[in-house]
């Protein structure tokens, strides 16, 4: 198929009309063919080509190989045509003829994405685009806090060095319990009232000094500086 594509675009530059062209594909199908299905060598394929062209050139002649509207220029261009693509590679196209060629398929896999059903979401969400340590880290809801773990007294105070939990003590956790439950809710409030004041009196008396100092030291400044501007 090459071999006569490439002789019709031949005919195509040389500017031949449609029965010089379809003279050039007689001769080279009949020369392929003698190759294919008689097995002619090259002597004798030579000799059927030089029989094609018989006649050309000579008014009333006898003989005639179907080519006789072909002029000389025309004849003599087709037959280096054929010469030098055709029978300079004759081995090889016999070869071609004569030896079955291996034969190879090309295979390509294509991958087509199916619609995903109707009950889905389709495009997927945007959460699925990123990598999944940004999303774990900003978008997936953190997982429940787990339960703090009871161990046993003993491993416990084995732990943190303190005492055993002993009966004396849960005494007095049950006596402070029941002080707490025996006051009203007025005396808590001046129970705390008493408590933040000794723990807030010295605070307030030492921010009091801290202020007069600063007081102090301002008011100075302010006396120098009249003191300057009226000398």
């Known amino acids: 198929m090459d071999y006569f594509v490439s002789g019709v675009w031949w005919c195509k530059e040389k500017s031949y009309d449609s029965q010089t062209t ?25 000799v ?19 080519l006789e509207f072909l002029d000389i220029t025309q004849a003599t261009e087709i037959m280096a045509y054929v010469k030098t693509s055709l ?13 079955k060629q291996a034969e190879e398929i090309i295979g390509t896999d294509l991958d ?6 109707a009950d889905m979401p389709w495009p ?18 953190p997982p429940p806090t787990p339960p703090p773990k009871v161990e046993d007294t003993e491993n416990i105070d084995g732990a943190t060095g303190g005492e055993p939990v002993t009966d004396e003590t849960n005494e007095k956790a049950g006596r402070e319990a ?16 008493k408590v933040a004041k ?5 605070l307030q008396s030492e921010l009091s000094s801290k202020l007069k100092e600063r007081e102090t030291s301002i008011i100075n ?3 120098k500086i009249h003191k300057v501007d009226s000398s």
């Open 22 to 46: 379809s003279a050039l594909y007689t001769v080279l199908h009949t020369l392929l063919d003698n190759i294919r299905e008689k097995h002619l060598d090259m002597v004798e394929n030579l």
């Open 124 to 141: 997927p969400p945007l959460d699925e685009g990123v990598p999944i340590e940004i999303y774990q880290k900003h978008i997936a809801t």
């Open 48 to 66: 059927e080509f030089k029989k094609m062209f018989s006649g050309i050139g000579l008014e009333g002649g006898d003989i005639s190989g179907g």
């Open 87 to 99: 029978f300079q590679h004759y081995t090889l196209y016999k070869y071609m003829y004569s030896h």
């Open 198 to 202: 000794e723990m807030l009196g010295g």
């Open 221 to 223: 400044r302010i006396n």
């Open 178 to 193: 029941e002080l707490l439950a025996s006051l009203s809710p007025e005396e808590i409030k001046q129970v705390m009232e």
């Open 112 to 117: 087509v994405e199916v619609a995903k059903p």
